[in-house]
């Protein structure tokens, strides 16, 4: 089992980044390999752009099942690769001042990004601290492309337009620390 505490760095300059955290659990399959079904969790500070989102806070769930390569570097030291895909929910929240800012002059406004296949490769250092404890330190590229939808309401006509936001990059690198305790 493992915790983490994580940093994402997106790759696309539209938004900035955000913290979040991660839990997993691991089966090994030999000394040298094991799969890991893991959640982890990460925000993105939309700034605001007209081929994107608006101002606000975009949070990602990827639900993943990932292979790791583990390759022991010397006592208490293990070096590792992983590579996995899983689905992300996702989330987006209208920066509050901005959704006053319309509800001021008569419209509400909804914004909101879909959920998709996710993808990772990852490197990592495993700090043996007991027999049972590690302390892991991971970098992951974490490639996710989505879509979205916007709704503006005018509030006194009712009337309502929509549309689509196409191709969304939500893609980021996660920088994580945290413990991994073998149960087994």
Aim: net charge negative; hydrophobic share 40%; glycine share 14%.
């Amino acid at each position: 089992m493992s915790a983490q505490g994580t940093y994402a760095l997106p790759t696309n300059k539209l938004y900035g980044g955000g913290l979040g955290f991660g839990a997993g659990v691991g089966w090994e399959l030999t000394p040298a390999y094991s799969l890991e079904l893991s959640v982890r969790n990460w925000s993105l500070a939309s700034e605001g752009s007209t081929d994107g989102l608006s101002l606000g806070k975009v949070s990602v769930l990827p639900v993943e099942l990932a292979f790791r390569g583990r390759f022991p570097l010397n006592s208490g030291f293990t070096l590792y690769g992983d590579a996995g895909a899983g689905y992300a929910f996702s989330s987006f929240t209208l920066d509050e001042d901005l959704a006053a800012d319309w509800a001021a002059v008569g419209f509400t406004i909804n914004e909101s990004v879909d959920g998709a296949f996710v993808f990772r490769l990852g490197v990592g250092l495993e700090i043996a601290l007991t027999p049972t404890v590690d302390i892991d330190v991971s970098a992951r590229y974490n490639v996710f492309k989505t879509a979205g939808t916007w709704t503006i309401t005018d509030d006194s006509s009712g009337e309502e337009q929509t549309g689509t936001i196409e191709a969304l990059n939500l893609s980021a690198i996660t920088l994580s620390v945290g413990f991994k305790v073998k149960i087994f």
